[in-house]
Every structure is written in structure tokens, then in C-alpha cells.
């Protein structure tokens, strides 16, 4: 009797840990990421801007005055955003799930710009090519709940952290 009440003490116990370990939050596990694609800077004329993935998710600078990341550079742990700035800017932006612009170089400079702006970064980010838009996004909705927009910092920080956006599939 004495070996059985062991027993199940030890499987109590083994289970208690188990179950403790499965109630941690895994937003702490998110693996580094690299920025797996980069195309030249894309230029209008008066404003230049990267274009990127993250593991193949299309991210916009989010700092336009800081140095530009290469293709190949480290990154730090995706971490959500709730700046509703940005996340409109994502959402109805150049490649956005309900984008209000198209898919051009114009389109993707209007949404890096204006994506660095939400961000705090006004450097260039001001003037007849974003202001529209900004004016635009400000009359719309907030994005639904399941759109997350992910920041990610590069380089450690010596180059310009960047924004993807992620959408949950329903059923």
C-alpha cells in the first residue's frame, strides 16, 4: 500500500510541473527572425525608401532617418504593436489586407513614409506624398482584431527597426 501512495504522490507531482510549465506564455519564445528579402531602395524622386521581408512577411521601415538594414540582417523577437496609427497605416496601406493604395513604387514610399510618421519618426515624412493618405486612414475605422502588426528591431538597433503585419485566419 505504502508503494502505491508513493506512487502517486511522485505522478501528482510530475504532473503539477507539467501542467505548470504548459500554463507559461509563450510570447517569451518567439525565435529571432532575419530580413530574408530586400529589394533596392525604391525612390519617387524626392524620397527613398527599402523595401523588405521578414521571413517572408512584406515589412515597412518604421524608422525613415536611421540606416537601412541589409538583406541577411539579424533581428530582435517580433514584439505586437497597439499604436492604432500604425496599425491603420499597415492595414489600408500599399500590399494591406484593405489597402486604399495600390501596389507601385509611389504606393510603397506613401506607406513607409507614413508608417515611420505613426512610428514617431517625422523625418521626410510630411508633405504632398503622405499627407493624403495620413488625412485618408484618419477617417477609418480602427483595423479588426485579428490584424497584429509585429515590430521587429535590426542589427541590434544600429539599423531601422521595421513593421509586418500578420492576420488571423477565421473557421
Known amino acids: 500500500m505504502r508503494k502505491k501512495t508513493l506512487k502517486t504522490k511522485l505522478l501528482a ?7 505548470v ?15 530574408t528579402g530586400f529589394r533596392d531602395q525604391v525612390t519617387d524622386g524626392m524620397s527613398t525608401v527599402g523595401y523588405f521581408e521578414v521571413d517572408g ?17 539579424p ?15 499597415l492595414y489600408y496601406g500599399a500590399h494591406g489586407p484593405d489597402a486604399r493604395l495600390g ?3 509611389k504606393d510603397w514610399i506613401i506607406t513607409t513614409l507614413a ?15 503622405v499627407n493624403p493618405f495620413w488625412d485618408l486612414i484618419a ?18 538597433g544600429a539599423t531601422q527597426d521595421l513593421a ?7 473557421g
Open 115 to 129: 508608417a515611420s510618421r505613426a512610428n514617431g519618426d517625422t523625418a521626410g515624412t510630411t508633405g504632398p506624398t
Open 21 to 35: 510549465f504548459a500554463a507559461l506564455p509563450l510570447s517569451g519564445l518567439t525565435a529571432m527572425a532575419t530580413v
Open 139 to 156: 477617417g477609418l475605422p480602427d483595423p479588426p482584431s485579428n490584424f497584429h502588426v509585429w515590430t521587429v528591431t535590426t542589427n541590434g
Open 57 to 73: 512577411n512584406i515589412a515597412y521601415c518604421i524608422q525613415h532617418s536611421i540606416t537601412t538594414p541589409g538583406l541577411g540582417s
Open 103 to 105: 501596389t507601385t513604387d
Open 75 to 89: 533581428t530582435g523577437p517580433p514584439v505586437e504593436s497597439f499604436n492604432q496609427n500604425l496599425r491603420k497605416v
Open 13 to 19: 507531482a510530475v504532473m503539477s510541473i507539467v501542467m
Open 164 to 170: 509586418y503585419w500578420t492576420i488571423d485566419q477565421k
